[in-house]
Every structure is written in C-alpha cells, then in structure tokens.
C-alpha cells in the first residue's frame, strides 16, 4: 500500500511494504514452492580480536541454522571465522549450493560499507585505512556474484550486520550502516536487517530483534518468501518504535516456500502437558542438545526412546545451543532463561523489561521455559510464560492449556489474558463470549493486574456485558493510573478532558496526558499536542503543538501523521504542501488508521499530491471500510467510506473491483489482525520534551 524509499528496490518487492502490487498479483507467479534443493552457507562473528564484541552473532547464526536444517537445508555453519575462513567459504559455494535449487547465506556480525560498497567483518580484522579494509574484509558483492555464479536458481542474502561501525574515525569508514545493494544476475533476494544507512540494534536478550523474529517467521508451515519477511520488517519496526526497519531487494518470479505443510493435518495432542509440548518443538531438530535435553528433563515420557533414538542419529553433530545472558543486577538463581526471553511488557509481575511478541524468538523461548517449569511444575508464572510463547506462533491449544493453569494458581497476566481472548476470540480456540470475558477480566483487574483494569473500564464505559458505568470506568481507570500504566493515564485524561465520570477539567487532562507522554504513550503525546494546537482548552502554542504531533509520529503513533497531514493539506498553520499531506497521510494509513485512508483515497481519486490511481483510491475505501464495520453503522468513518467506495466502483470494470479487493483483504489479514490488541495497549519509547527541532517526513523544518 504505501511506498518506502528505504524499503524497495523494485517492483516486486511491493508486496512485502504493504502495497498491493496492482497488476502484479501473486497468481502470476509459478506455482513451484521449492525450486529443488537447499543449501546455506550461515556465519556468526562476535568474538573479534580487535573490534569491539558482539554479543548476539554467534547465537543468531545458531539459531538461523537450527531453524534451516529443520526445514531441508543442508546449512555449512561457522562461527567467529576468520579472513581466510570466509574467503575459503565463499570460493566453496560453487561445489555447495545446488543447480536449479535454492542458496541461502546469513551473516551476523560487524558490517560497514565505503563508497557505497559493503564489506563484512571477519574475526581477525585489523583496520589502520581503509585499503586495509579492502583487503582483510569481505566485499559482500563480491560474495553474492559467487553465489549467483553457482547456477542456482534463487539466491537468498540475510545480512544482520549493520549494528555498528566499529571503524568509524578511519577516514572514508564513516558511513552509517550498509548500503544498498542490487542483484547481480538471475533471481535474487537481498534481506538488511536496517535500512540503507542505518544502524540494527544487537539486542538484551539471546539473539538481536530482526534474528529473533526472523527466526520466528520461518517456524510455522506455508510461510512463502515474501510473506517471512513482510512479517519481519513489521514485527521489528512495532518492536523498535520504528527505529530499525529491515528492507529489502528482490529480483524474484517463482514462489519459494520455506517450510511446506504436511499433506497430513497436523492434530493436537490428545492429551496436553508440560513434556508433549517440549517434544513437539524439539521433534524436527537436529541438535543433538535438544535431545539430550529432553531425555534429562523429563526421563518419563513416552517419548524418552524416540528422543534417545534421535540423539543416537546426531551423535557427533555440534551443538547449537545460545547463550543467554543473564541482565545486571540479577543472578542465575534470581531469574530465569524463559523470563528473560519471554517476559511480558504489560505483566505486572515480570522480572525483566519485557520482550514485545513481533521479536520473541519463539523456538528459543518454548524451549527454555518447558525445561524451566520441569523444574517448577506449578510455577504459574513460568505455566504463562509457556503459554505465550506457543501463543506468539499459534500454538492456541496448548497456550490456553498453560494460560487455564497459571489462571487456576492465581496469576494475573494469565487470567486477563484469557479475559482478552473471550473479548475478541482466538482463532478456532476460543469464541468471543462477554460474559466469561468479565469474569476473567474482574478477577484480573480485582489482582491489581492494569490491562484488566483498562478493559474493565472500557467494558463499563461502553456497558459491554455490564451496565454502562462513566464512573465505574473512571474507577478502574484511576486504579491502573495509579501502577503509573502509560494507557491508564491516557484514558484517565481522556474522561477528565470530556467530562465522563468526573466534571470536565481540561488542565487535569493536560496534566494527565503529560504524565502518560512521559512514559512514552504515543497517543497521549499525539493528544496534548493536538490541544495546543486548538488553543481552546489551553493556551494556543503551535510550534508546541507541532513538535508534539512530530514526535508521536517519530514514535510509531498510528493517529499523529494524519493530523500533520491535515496540517499541509489545509495550509492554515504550515505552508499548504499536497505532497506533504500525501506522504504523512501514507505512513498513518500504512499504521491502519482507518481515517488517513479515507483521505489518502480522495487524494488517489482527485491527483492532488500524487498522480491519479483509482485503483488504489478504491483499495484505500475499501481497507477504511472494513477496519471500521466494528464500530457501528453510525461511526463517520464507516459512512464515509462506503460512501466513497460505492461512488468511486463506477471507475473501475468488475474485474479490477475484484482483483483490488483480494488485494485488500490479503492486506489487512497481514497488517492489521495480527497487531489490532497490540495497537491499544502499546507503549513507545520514552522521551516526551522536544530537546532539538524536530523535521517532517519531507525534510522541512517545522
């Protein structure tokens, strides 16, 4: 849907941004799913001798590795290789990768680019000039010719190594990140974990954000090229705020699928528990580690001589087990594995900052906490933990298992997160039921849990399955304000500056939104800014009110680029700017905010800032008017768009109107389902005060 310059390269590549290739549909592409065989070339650099170390490298690489061998590629796997090493590697692709089949390399580690050219770091790099770098680094063209040569039929490129430039006071090293990079001959597809120029962060936990969901989106069966790493640049940029979005160069024709489906159905356990859940992540490794693992932890299980059988096959295999570093402050005997890789941001009861969903290395994760709880049976904060983790990959059955138990012992993130799931549903699992919702919800919000809390209080605000209650909702508004929750805070101010539930107080509401904008509530600084900028509640400051909305949108808000759209669309306090008011109208709308797709299809329909497509205007109508069916015939974004749906269907032929909308509802099944719980409880990063100015997303000053 929406354009990145930083993100494509070319036309194919526009489906995994968002927008809907318009006449480059995927029924266009050959049906193979495999191209033949798989062959990986993976390499982790971390231990240097003299640039600075990288923690993650080496565990990503073992990761990546472990994930591709499950999935049929034979993977040639190295760890803190040196110049020669990566030279030796390189010359050997042409015996490795398979005529006609599928060669794939990742590399983790320190990456820099000079004049536009990237090299990648090997172990043993010592750098006086940049000559120096030509000559002991790796050039990664150089790399992907090699590969291209090989006389397979794609080329997969990951490169997760642009975290920082360890070499940056060596004249003409300077340069941030990596370069772009475009294919060299056949079909090709190049993967950067930032975009061009920017730096990737390496990570607190065992594996850096773009590895760990990377690792994640290759786990489930189906999952086509495209689609993994369309779920990963989303994933890592809700998970950063936006301040690493992955990007992409694609020359691609045929589908590749990474992990095809079994022909037979896979089926649930017939009966559920702590060692079936193990063995079903663990059943398709070829890590001797995980089998020894198993067979220590739960010698019992009927699967015991299947496990021994299997670490008999792979005796001799090195292991791939990660590392994972245990924060400061804390010991071993303080905190655990799983909680370290898994915490919830919103459990009140975590022991770490928490890990956001999109980035969870869910294959890591289930792993440590199914041998953690072996040691704890009816520990219900490891049974949640558990239970999240199958959730993140879809694993719904069991996770309502292990959410039921923590439930029974008590544990609030697991009873309100069953209240959430009787809300909504959850897949095949759970059916939305109201009143089972509350119940949950009651006994979470009555255990101090502040996402209860906030639920609750929507329920009595809006009398969804109890009697509509303003000041019933303040209530428990007030109560997860007082946990300091920045989306309490939020809506607290929200009622204060509406008067619902309490008198109307317009500088309580200031005060509140301050105070939640402080702890990084991206509405909340959206909202203030917007009241600066009205004057009427308080005193008028535009620049104030200008600033705010720029930095909620720097942030990652969904609402706050629209209202700078408007800002340039109108002209009344910025200069009038149609393109402007397009590209900020493109990035709220790319967010799913139902409202900037409205605008950005009558800007579609009418020209203004961008040349006319119909197409995409009817895309955009449609998209509104889906997202906005659940709030009600009476909602204006609802009547609107239908109304310029139904009017702008006269543009196009029966065919064009089908074709756009299969385009439409593939992309909100990609973008939008999956993140619309995460959209309401998200919180920034914090930083609230504009301590420098701030520009627009078309480098004018504001």
Same mark, same amino acid.
């Given at each position: 849907?929406?354009?990145?310059?930083?993100?494509?390269?070319?036309?194919?590549?526009?489906?995994?941004?968002?927008?809907?290739?318009?006449?480059?549909?995927?029924?266009?592409?050959?049906?193979?799913?495999?191209?033949?065989?798989?062959?990986?070339?993976?390499?982790?650099?971390?231990?240097?001798?003299?640039?600075?170390?990288?923690?993650?490298?080496?565990?990503?690489?073992?990761?990546?590795?472990?994930?591709?061998?499950?999935?049929?590629?034979?993977?040639?796997?190295?760890?803190?290789?040196?110049?020669?090493?990566?030279?030796?590697?390189?010359?050997?692709?042409?015996?490795?990768?398979?005529?006609?089949?599928?060669?794939?390399?990742?590399?983790?580690?320190?990456?820099?680019?000079?004049?536009?050219?990237?090299?990648?770091?090997?172990?043993?790099?010592?750098?006086?000039?940049?000559?120096?770098?030509?000559?002991?680094?790796?050039?990664?063209?150089?790399?992907?010719?090699?590969?291209?040569?090989?006389?397979?039929?794609?080329?997969?490129?990951?490169?997760?190594?642009?975290?920082?430039?360890?070499?940056?006071?060596?004249?003409?090293?300077?340069?941030?990140?990596?370069?772009?990079?475009?294919?060299?001959?056949?079909?090709?597809?190049?993967?950067?974990?930032?975009?061009?120029?920017?730096?990737?962060?390496?990570?607190?936990?065992?594996?850096?954000?773009?590895?760990?969901?990377?690792?994640?989106?290759?786990?489930?069966?189906?999952?086509?090229?495209?689609?993994?790493?369309?779920?990963?640049?989303?994933?890592?940029?809700?998970?950063?705020?936006?301040?690493?979005?992955?990007?992409?160069?694609?020359?691609?024709?045929?589908?590749?699928?990474?992990?095809?489906?079994?022909?037979?159905?896979?089926?649930?356990?017939?009966?559920?528990?702590?060692?079936?859940?193990?063995?079903?992540?663990?059943?398709?490794?070829?890590?001797?580690?995980?089998?020894?693992?198993?067979?220590?932890?739960?010698?019992?299980?009927?699967?015991?001589?299947?496990?021994?059988?299997?670490?008999?096959?792979?005796?001799?295999?090195?292991?791939?087990?990660?590392?994972?570093?245990?924060?400061?402050?804390?010991?071993?005997?303080?905190?655990?594995?799983?909680?370290?890789?898994?915490?919830?941001?919103?459990?009140?009861?975590?022991?770490?900052?928490?890990?956001?969903?999109?980035?969870?290395?869910?294959?890591?994760?289930?792993?440590?906490?199914?041998?953690?709880?072996?040691?704890?049976?009816?520990?219900?904060?490891?049974?949640?933990?558990?239970?999240?983790?199958?959730?993140?990959?879809?694993?719904?059955?069991?996770?309502?298992?292990?959410?039921?138990?923590?439930?029974?012992?008590?544990?609030?993130?697991?009873?309100?997160?069953?209240?959430?799931?009787?809300?909504?549903?959850?897949?095949?699992?759970?059916?939305?039921?109201?009143?089972?919702?509350?119940?949950? =919800? @009651?006994?979470?919000?009555? *255990?101090? $849990?502040?996402? &209860?809390?906030?639920? /609750? +209080?929507?329920? %009595?605000? #809006? !009398?969804?399955?109890?009697?509509?209650?303003?000041?019933?909702?303040?209530?428990?508004?007030?109560?997860?304000?007082?946990?300091?929750?920045?989306?309490?805070?939020?809506?607290?101010?929200?009622?204060?500056?509406?008067?619902?539930?309490?008198?109307?107080?317009?500088?309580?509401?200031?005060?509140?939104?301050?105070?939640?904008?402080?702890?990084?509530?991206?509405?909340?600084?959206?909202?203030?800014?917007?009241?600066?900028?009205?004057?009427?509640?308080?005193?008028?400051?535009?620049?104030?009110?200008?600033?705010? =909305? @720029?930095?909620?949108?720097? *942030?990652? $808000?969904?609402? &706050?680029?629209?209202? /700078? +759209?408007?800002? %340039?669309? #109108? !002209?009344?306090?910025?200069?009038?700017?149609?393109?402007?008011?397009?590209?900020?109208?493109?990035?709220?709308?790319?967010?799913?905010?139902?409202?900037?797709?409205?605008?950005?299809?009558?800007?579609?329909?009418?020209?203004?800032?961008?040349?006319?497509?119909?197409?995409?205007?009817?895309?955009?109508?449609?998209?509104?008017?889906?997202?906005?069916?659940?709030?009600?015939?009476?909602?204006?974004?609802?009547?609107?768009?239908?109304?310029?749906?139904?009017?702008?269907?006269?543009?196009?032929?029966?065919?064009?109107?089908?074709?756009?909308?299969?385009?439409?509802?593939?992309?909100?099944?990609?973008?939008?389902?999956?993140?619309?719980?995460?959209?309401?409880?998200?919180?920034?990063?914090?930083?609230?005060?504009?301590?420098?100015?701030?520009?627009?997303?078309?480098?004018?000053?504001?």
């Amino acid at each position: 849907m929406l354009k990145r310059r930083d993100f494509l390269a070319s036309t194919a590549a526009l489906a995994i941004a968002g927008r809907p290739s318009l006449g480059l549909t995927q029924d266009r592409y050959e049906p193979e799913a495999g191209y033949g065989p798989r062959a990986a070339l993976v390499i982790g650099n971390g231990a240097y001798d003299v640039a600075p170390q990288l923690d993650n490298p080496v565990n990503d690489a073992r990761a990546v590795t472990g994930v591709l061998r499950e999935i049929g590629f034979d993977v040639a796997h190295r760890e803190n290789a040196d110049f020669q090493d990566m030279r030796g590697e390189m010359a050997s692709l042409g015996s490795r990768f398979p005529q006609d089949g599928v060669g794939l390399i990742y590399y983790a580690g320190h990456g820099v680019q000079v004049d536009g050219v990237n090299y990648l770091l090997p172990r043993d790099i010592k750098l006086q000039t940049v000559a120096d770098l030509k000559e002991r680094a790796l050039n990664a063209t150089e790399l992907l010719n090699a590969a291209n040569r090989t006389g397979a039929a794609l080329t997969i490129l990951v490169l997760d190594a642009c975290r920082n430039n360890p070499f940056g006071d060596i004249a003409g090293a300077s340069g941030a990140g990596l370069a772009t990079m475009n294919q060299s001959q056949g079909e090709t597809f190049i993967a950067f974990a930032a975009a061009a120029g920017k730096l990737a962060f390496d990570g607190s936990g065992a594996n850096s954000p773009f590895t760990a969901s990377l690792v994640s989106a290759l786990d489930p069966p189906g999952q086509e090229l495209f689609d993994v790493f369309r779920n990963v640049r989303r994933g890592v940029r809700l998970a950063t705020g936006g301040k690493q979005i992955p990007f992409v160069n694609v020359s691609v024709e045929r589908r590749f699928v990474f992990r095809l489906a079994s022909a037979e159905p896979v089926r649930e356990p017939e009966v559920l528990s702590n060692d079936e859940t193990y063995w079903r992540t663990i059943r398709e490794s070829h890590d001797p580690d995980d089998f020894k693992s198993f067979t220590k932890t739960y010698p019992d299980s009927p699967h015991v001589a299947e496990a021994s059988q299997r670490l008999q096959t792979l005796e001799g295999q090195p292991s791939l087990r990660q590392t994972v570093p245990i924060p400061a402050g804390k010991t071993a005997s303080q905190i655990t594995r799983c909680e370290i890789e898994v915490d919830d941001p919103s459990d009140p009861d975590r022991a770490t900052d928490g890990v956001h969903p999109a980035i969870v290395n869910t294959r890591l994760a289930i792993r440590l906490c199914s041998e953690a709880l072996a040691e704890d049976l009816e520990n219900p904060k490891l049974q949640y933990l558990l239970g999240r983790g199958l959730d993140i990959t879809r694993r719904l059955e069991e996770a309502k298992f292990f959410f039921e138990r923590a439930a029974d012992g008590g544990y609030s993130a697991a009873i309100t997160t069953l209240g959430i799931w009787y809300w909504r549903g959850r897949g095949d699992v759970v059916v939305p039921d109201l009143d089972k919702s509350v119940s949950f =919800l @009651q006994r979470g919000a009555k *255990l101090g $849990n502040p996402v &209860a809390q906030i639920v /609750l +209080g929507n329920f %009595y605000q #809006r !009398g969804l399955s109890v009697p509509e209650s303003q000041e019933r909702a303040v209530f428990w508004y007030e109560k997860a304000a007082a946990a300091k929750y920045p989306a309490a805070l939020d809506r607290l101010a929200a009622m204060y500056r509406k008067g619902l539930g309490v008198p109307a107080d317009a500088v309580r509401a200031a005060e509140l939104y301050r105070e939640a904008g402080e702890l990084g509530n991206t509405n909340a600084i959206a909202t203030l800014g917007r009241m600066y900028l009205d004057g009427k509640e308080i005193p008028r400051d535009e620049d104030r009110g200008i600033a705010l =909305l @720029q930095q909620s949108t720097d *942030l990652n $808000n969904i609402f &706050a680029p629209f209202h /700078l +759209g408007r800002l %340039y669309q #109108r !002209g009344t306090i910025v200069t009038k700017n149609p393109q402007c008011a397009f590209a900020y109208y493109q990035l709220s709308a790319e967010r799913g905010f139902a409202q900037a797709m409205v605008a950005l299809g009558q800007m579609y329909e009418a020209g203004e800032g961008t040349p006319q497509d119909l197409e995409q205007a009817y895309f955009q109508y449609y998209v509104a008017k889906e997202l906005a069916i659940d709030r009600g015939p009476t909602d204006t974004v609802l009547r609107d768009a239908t109304s310029f749906l139904n009017a702008s269907a006269a543009n196009l032929t029966g065919a064009q109107r089908d074709r756009v909308e299969a385009e439409a509802d593939g992309w909100i099944e990609m973008n939008i389902k999956k993140v619309e719980i995460a959209r309401t409880f998200r919180t920034a990063v914090p930083g609230f005060v504009p301590t420098a100015p701030h520009h627009s997303l078309c480098g004018q000053p504001l």
